[in-house]
């Protein structure tokens, strides 16, 4: 079992920065793949960030390709998701979620956290 818990939305202008972070429980949490996804309102969750177990692996979402960065520090048991030059479109409920398979490639993540809200401003 891992609990996850999100902290770091806000508000924010757009073309500024935020950085979310994800706090697990858990002994085995440096075996899991972590993911960054995000749910719009009126939209279904959508990806965005992938990290393998060792941090060595990173896979992004075209939309945010240059502007977000994921990294990890397992001695911390968290997970970071840099967001930078923010478009009024990367308001979203933000989760982080966890993948036992340890890699980016398998999609399979089970334990999901409550999610954070961010909101770009004009």
């Known amino acids: 079992q891992v609990q996850l818990v999100e902290s770091g939305g806000g508000l924010v202008q757009a073309g500024g920065s935020l950085r979310l972070s994800c706090a697990a429980s858990?002994?085995?949490?440096?075996?899991?793949?972590m993911g960054w996804f995000r749910q719009a309102p009126g939209k279904e969750r959508e990806f965005v960030a992938a990290i393998s177990w060792s941090g060595s692996s990173t896979k992004y979402a075209d939309s945010v390709k240059g502007r977000f960065t994921i990294s990890r520090d397992n001695a911390k048991n968290t997970v970071y998701l840099q967001m930078s030059s923010l478009k009024l479109e990367d308001t979203a409920v933000y989760y982080c979620?966890?993948?036992?398979?340890?890699?980016?490639?398998?999609?399979?993540?089970?334990?999901w956290g409550q999610g954070t809200q961010v909101t770009v401003s004009s």
């Open positions: 979620a966890a993948n036992p398979s340890g890699s980016v490639y398998i999609f399979q993540y089970v334990y």
């Open positions: 858990g002994r085995t949490f440096s075996t899991y793949a």
